[in-house]
């Protein structure tokens, strides 16, 4: 099963520094999209195999956990 979380990120933040993040915690960057639609935060999903794995970065993001998606 796959499981999908999308949140914006601070626009102050690197793709590169994301994509770093999300690989300490287990998961994979997959999409970005520069400054969002309103030209603010960067809009990133991150997905990963390990539920346990993208629990853990929604409580680094001070995220409720009711955000992850099952696939």
């Known amino acids: 099963m796959t499981y999908i979380l999308k949140s914006d990120i601070a626009y102050t933040s690197t793709q590169s520094e ?3 993040f999300a690989n300490e915690h287990g998961c994979t ?3 970005f999209q ?3 639609p309103g ?3 960067h809009i990133c999903t991150f997905t990963s195999n390990n539920l346990d794995h993208i629990q853990e970065l929604c409580d680094q993001l001070q995220l ?3 955000k ?3 696939n």
Request: glycine share 16%.
């Open 18 to 20: 994301i994509n770093q």
């Open 29 to 31: 960057l997959s999409n």
């Open 34 to 36: 520069l400054n969002g």
């Open 39 to 41: 030209g603010g935060n």
């Open 64 to 66: 409720p956990h009711s």
């Open 68 to 70: 992850i998606i099952s």
